[in-house]
């Protein structure tokens, strides 16, 4: 990966996510024996409480982390945003199950430009996406322009574990060796469990990552860590 420019980086992600996304969500459940919907709810109670009006989820996927942010009072309706047609294909057959089809848009396009206009959502979630971008700083400032005065950008991610005790040394390891087992195994695709480990020990650490919100403008961020401290929720307000 590291021999790739931005555009090929992206293109391999992009075919990544449309080979394994039928398999998406059972792998993020075997992965996170099922927590992953806990940690999406609680990361769109911090970015909605409080606010009225539409909310935009970037890098949507399936769509999980757009149906939490429908299905809450604040929310008048729900765009969700990702790079992948395979992946939007199964956000809007599920949207369509879950009746929320009604409440929810789902579009085709890239985080590092957004096709919104300044100022028109109350928060812009992104889950287990930021990891994925090319330009970590346009991506953050794209949010923080499409969200209007007093809204909020909240992001749900694996972060590289920080500090000296077991933990920081031992899961790390579980991630470099189980994650792709478990990728081939339900999958069928080792090469992209293979490369999850290897964005996490790439990404930020959750303090560095406080630190690309701050620079992108916003104002009272905040994390909380959650899964053993491998996974975080980080939380920003436009001035
Ligand atoms: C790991 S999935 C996360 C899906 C969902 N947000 C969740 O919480 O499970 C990452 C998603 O990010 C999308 N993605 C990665 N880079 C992107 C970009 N630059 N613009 C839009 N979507 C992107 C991929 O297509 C993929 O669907």
Redesign the pocket.
């Known amino acids: 990966m590291a021999h790739l420019t931005g555009q090929e980086r ?1 293109r391999y ?2 075919r990544m ?2 080979r394994i ?1 039928r398999r ?2 059972l792998l ?1 459940t075997v992965m996170t024996g099922g927590r ?1 919907y806990a940690w ?1 709810k609680r990361a769109t109670r911090m970015a909605v409480e409080g606010l009225r009006g539409p909310a935009l ?9 757009a149906f939490d942010l429908a299905r809450r009072p604040e929310v008048t309706g729900v765009v969700g ?4 047609r395979d ?1 939007l294909t199964l956000a809007n057959g599920k949207a369509n199950r879950q009746k929320l089809s009604n409440l929810t848009t789902f579009a085709a ?4 430009a957004l096709p919104f206009t300044d100022d028109q959502f109350i928060c812009a979630t ?4 930021i990891r ?3 330009d970590l700083p346009t ?1 953050l400032r794209e949010m923080v322009r499409v969200v209007r005065s007093g809204g909020r950008v909240v992001s ?1 991610e694996i972060v590289r574990m920080e500090g000296r005790g077991l933990m920081p040394k031992l899961l790390p390891l579980h991630f470099r060796y189980v994650t792709p087992w478990l990728g081939s195994l339900i999958a069928r695709d080792r090469e992209a469990y293979t490369y999850l480990p290897k964005s996490v020990e790439n990404f930020l650490s959750a303090t560095e990552l406080d630190q690309a919100m701050r620079d992108s403008g916003l104002q009272n961020i905040r994390h909380k860590k959650l899964g053993l401290g491998t996974v975080a929720i980080h939380i920003g307000e436009k001035p």
């Open positions: 992206a992600v992009k996510f449309a996304s998406y969500d993020n992953h999406r989820d970037i890098a949507t996927g399936t769509g999980d982390f945003l990702d790079f992948t992946m396009g890239d985080a590092h992104v889950g287990f996406g994925n971008f090319i991506a749900l």
